[in-house]
């Protein structure tokens, strides 16, 4: 896929970097091969080493450091010359964030806010910042779009509708310019099977259905009295592909900026739902296998429906996904039977 297909520009872009943080997660690593796919010159940071089979991360700049530890960051910002910040690194799971504030706050939070000070120190001025539809906590409307309130309900949530707002000032007070780009719920993998989802502990649906069926063990569905027509969950699942082409999207039209103090919040969703009950039913379709499913009581925190309006992200960065549910569980059970079941 031709991403600069909406463009005449073409780059010098031996010149200067992307730097992805996060680069070895499930969401960033998936951007950092679509940038690379793309021609672009990339930098990961990331405080995790490579998995084996991350292949990627050897033939581009990889330097290990934790956004927490300033001073390594800031010889990163020495070493390269960065032209935009594509920050993915965070923790991510809604349950511990509960149980450990102090852990979310201080890595999601501090570590955006030294990420922001080197950048600005270094003056580089242009972020395209990983977020989440975590921060509209329950909404009642049937397409949440980017106007609807943020009432977070998860510490989790709240460290990146904090990490917005930091955001948002240094483009009103440093004149930088920034994305704050809200996920819904990323799957899939990458078609290639080069990266993919791996958890660990891994709680996400369509891989825990994944799970059920290669352990031949039980698939438990939380709750089954929601206010949607078969009483389970509605999700607006995109794919990892779709979210990789955004953030290179949001990245060029960063890179095209003339005037400084942009700051946009764009939704990532397909715009359509699913129920945990449907998604089962496809995995059933596309993998061949049977789910054997237990209800059980509802999980604290879910919301009956989180469905994005994505009108934002065609209108701004002609952002439209490419893949539908059978490419995502498709490429994820790819996916799975190439690490888990090797
Ligand atoms: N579910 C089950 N059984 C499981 C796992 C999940 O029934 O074993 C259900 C959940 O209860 C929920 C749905 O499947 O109704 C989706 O759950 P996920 O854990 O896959 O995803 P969430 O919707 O809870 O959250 C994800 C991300 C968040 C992000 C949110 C945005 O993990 O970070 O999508 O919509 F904020």
């Keep these: 896929m031709n991403l600069f297909y909406k463009t005449s520009f073409v780059y010098d872009m031996s010149k200067s970097k992307i730097l992805v943080t996060g680069g070895l997660g499930y969401i960033g ?37 934790d956004l927490l530890n300033i001073g390594d960051l800031e010889r990163v910002f020495k070493k390269y010359k ?54 509209y906590g329950f ?30 000032d240094f483009c009103k ?23 993919g989802e791996d958890h660990n502990p891994e709680t996400h649906l369509i891989p825990c259905i994944l799970n059920a069926i290669a352990n031949n063990v039980t698939f438990k569905i939380f709750g089954n009295n929601y206010n949607t027509p078969d009483g389970t969950c509605i999700r607006d699942y995109i794919h990892t592909t779709d979210l990789a082409s955004a953030h290179i999207l949001a990245t060029k039209y960063l890179m095209d900026l003339t005037t400084s103090g942009f700051y946009e919040v764009v939704n990532l969703g397909t715009g359509q739902g699913f129920s945990v009950s449907q ?13 054997l499913v237990e209800f059980v009581d509802r999980r604290p925190g879910d919301s009956d429906r989180l469905v994005a309006s994505n009108q934002k992200a065609k209108k701004i960065l002609n952002w439209e996904p490419q893949s539908n549910l059978y490419q995502i569980i498709k490429t994820a059970w790819e996916w799975y039977q190439k690490i888990k079941l090797k």
């Design 29 to 65: 690593s998936q951007t950092v091969l679509s940038l690379l796919d793309s021609g672009f010159e990339v930098v990961i940071l990331d405080k995790n080493q490579p998995k084996e089979y991350q292949n990627f991360a050897y033939i581009v700049d990889f330097e290990r450091v």
């Design 82 to 135: 960065i032209e935009v910040v594509i920050h993915f690194a965070a923790f991510i799971e809604v349950g511990e964030s509960q149980l450990k504030p102090e852990k979310y706050y201080k890595n999601n939070v501090v570590g955006t806010l030294n990420l922001l000070t080197i950048m600005h120190r270094y003056k580089v001025n242009k972020i395209v910042f990983s977020s989440t539809a975590a921060v």
């Design 139 to 168: 909404s009642g409307v049937e397409l949440i779009d980017e106007n609807q309130p943020r009432n977070p309900i998860s510490v989790y949530g709240r460290t990146k509708s904090i990490s917005e707002d930091i955001i948002n």
């Design 173 to 195: 007070i440093h004149g930088f310019s920034a994305f704050s780009l809200r996920y819904f719920n990323a799957c899939g993998a990458d078609p290639q099977t080069r990266t």
């Design 279 to 291: 998604i089962v039913q496809s995995v059933e379709q596309v993998t061949g296998c049977k789910v």
